[in-house]
């Protein structure tokens, strides 16, 4: 890949999972962000052991050469929460901003089954139209707000949400406005479908509606037991679903090949929530950014 077009970040998740706190608590702030920056990656996004004073963070972030790319923001359009979500966007926005980030990763969690303990691939709430125009109203008016300060506004579409499936995600890109982007994770395509093409395809798709990648790799065995035992997404989680990239049953050269010929220009991040009681944070950074160096040549 061309060097120049793309920048490597790598999320907390993997040393402290907001969603599970539970997993990780022992490993502190401070060490999460020296052990990113000891694996060869300059962005991170945000987790909720970062200092939320900006002049705070941006000190010790610099000592580190790490650099804010994005941070997940929850929306609830499809709930009827518009003017809460608004409300707490714009906030969330201005701190990403004072930042330096140039992305909003949103995911719409109306009726999410995400964090609950509902068989993930059984449960997941399914959007009718009016749910839809709710969700496309939202979105185009958070672009809005987003480019206000010169930023896009991205959907992570995301297991156990509205928006999960290649259709679904058809779906959301034709009722948006073209300026309200895509957030492409690989690993919650994969995990959905259970192929490799289906989740090139979304990406070869929206590659010019793509403003921001994760780089999550699934364990197949994992997901075959969480389909046969009817496990939500958390209980996969910790049974080990995602890895890095190169540690699981993801070919990831197709998608750098993909976003190189499209001159793609963002950040790529390495996500991979597992329990780092068994994945170690730094030992598993350290094998994520040397396959990207492998097969990405960056
Ligand atoms: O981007 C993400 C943020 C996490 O909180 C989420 O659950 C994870 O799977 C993800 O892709
Ligand atoms: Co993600």
């Not at 909003?104 to 068989?119: D, F, N, P, T, V």
């Not at 995990?191 to 289906?198: K, L, M, N, P």
């Not at 780092?276 to 990405?296: S, W």
């Amino acid at each position: 890949m061309k060097a120049e077009n793309v920048k490597l970040g790598i999320a907390p998740i993997g040393w402290t999972n907001d969603d599970l706190p539970e997993i990780g608590k022992e490993n502190t702030f401070e060490q999460c962000v020296s052990e990113m920056a000891l694996a060869g990656f300059t962005g991170s996004e945000v987790g909720s052991k970062y200092p939320r004073d900006t002049q705070i963070l941006k000190q010790k972030l610099a000592l580190r050469g790490i650099q804010i790319c994005n941070a997940w923001f929850s929306t609830f359009f499809v709930d009827g929460k518009k003017e809460q979500t608004i409300k707490d966007f714009i906030a969330h926005r201005d701190f990403l901003y004072e930042m330096g980030a140039k992305v909003i990763g949103c995911s719409e969690q109306s009726r999410s089954i995400q964090g609950q303990k509902k068989a993930i691939f059984k449960e997941k709430p399914i959007f009718n139209e009016q749910d839809w125009a709710l969700l496309a109203e939202g979105y185009n008016e958070l672009a809005k707000l987003a480019a206000e300060k010169g930023m896009k506004v991205c959907l992570h579409h995301h297991m156990g949400t509205g928006i999960q499936t290649p259709a679904e995600i058809d779906k959301y890109m034709d009722i948006v406005n073209d300026d309200v982007y895509l957030l492409f994770d690989s690993g919650h395509l994969y995990y959905s479908e259970g192929s490799q093409q289906a989740m090139l395809d979304v990406l070869a798709k929206y590659i010019d509606r793509i403003c921001h990648v994760h780089l999550k790799d699934v364990r197949d065995e994992v997901v075959a037991e969480v389909k046969a035992n009817g496990l939500s997404f958390l209980e996969g989680v910790v049974k080990g679903t995602f890895t890095v990239p190169g540690d699981g049953v993801i070919d990831f050269k197709p998608i750098f090949e993909i976003l190189d010929k499209h001159n793609y220009k963002g950040w790529m991040v390495v996500e991979a929530e597992q329990d780092p009681a068994l994945a170690n944070p730094l030992e598993y950074a350290i094998k994520g950014r040397q396959y990207i160096r492998d097969v990405a040549g960056i």
